[in-house]
């Protein structure tokens, strides 16, 4: 199956749109809670640098088959992101984040599957791109 350059275009767009929804849901970095539920990989800086990954994939959309290594460093920061993710759902309660404040609970509920979805997209973009010659 092979996914035309535009749409492979396309979706460095919304994956760099789903990255700066962070400013939606942060409440432009006002929203604490979702700070105070991991503050280590949440943090407003950690929020700021999840808004700049995503103006990186914006950046590279239209030339994405230019920078195949850096499609796989995407990949590897999506794979990243969505095991920090995964072990957070382990060990937290997103219930509760939701009765604190509802647009953390949702952010929490969607961030690492949004994360798993594009991990899978850039590791078929590197892929692809390293098969060709």
């Known amino acids: 199956m ?8 396309k979706g460095f767009i919304i994956s760099g749109v789903m990255n700066t929804s962070v400013l939606f849901f942060s409440r432009l970095f006002t929203n604490t809670t979702i700070n105070a539920y991991d503050p280590s990989v949440m943090s407003n800086f950690g929020l700021l640098m999840i808004l700049v990954w995503g103006l990186a994939y914006i950046a590279v959309a239209k030339k994405h088959h230019e920078v195949k290594w850096l499609i796989a460093v995407f990949a590897i920061e999506k794979f990243i992101y969505g095991c920090v993710w995964a072990n957070w759902m382990l060990t937290n309660s997103v219930s509760e984040v939701f009765s604190k404040d509802k647009m953390a609970g949702v952010f929490y509920s969607i961030y690492g599957i949004n994360d798993w979805i594009f991990f899978i997209f850039f590791f078929y973009v590197f892929i692809t791109l390293s098969k060709k010659k």
């Open 2 to 9: 092979t996914i035309p350059h535009k749409t492979i275009t």
